[in-house]
């Protein structure tokens, strides 16, 4: 059974920094592109950051460009997200995802074949 399963996340005042982590479990995902995606309330899903599946290419909302950092280790089949600076506005479920495409820009929800149940991210004023 595959499954990715995200944590890290928690309640955080404004300007702190959290670590998220998406270990994948049931398969490889070496070939795979990883990606960052998040939902707050009343709003849609929203593309967070990706990376290609050697970690040679990033991409990241222009809105969290600058202070959120995608990272993977193929040995660990994990993903990670460094989120510094953050603001109220990050607060959302945040949920990571794989696309057997591999490159890892996509920011179509449907164009990710698996994901993971979300982790909850807090962020206090």
């Known amino acids: 059974q595959v499954q990715l399963v995200e944590s890290g996340g928690g309640l955080v005042q404004a300007g702190g920094s959290l670590r998220l982590s998406c270990a994948a479990s049931?398969?490889?995902?070496?070939?795979?592109?990883k990606g960052w995606f998040r939902q707050a309330p009343g709003k849609e899903r929203e593309f967070v950051a990706g990376?290609?599946?050697?970690?040679?290419?990033?991409y990241y909302a222009d809105s969290v460009k600058g202070r959120f950092t995608i990272s993977r280790d193929n040995a660990k089949n994990t993903v990670y997200l460094q989120m510094n600076s953050l603001k109220p506005e990050d607060t959302a479920v945040y949920y990571c995802a794989a696309d057997r495409n591999g490159l890892g820009y996509t920011r179509r929800e449907n164009a990710w074949d698996y994901w993971g149940q979300g982790t909850q991210v807090t962020v206090s004023s």
């Open positions: 990376i290609s599946w050697n970690g040679d290419n990033t």
């Open positions: 049931g398969r490889t995902f070496s070939s795979y592109a």
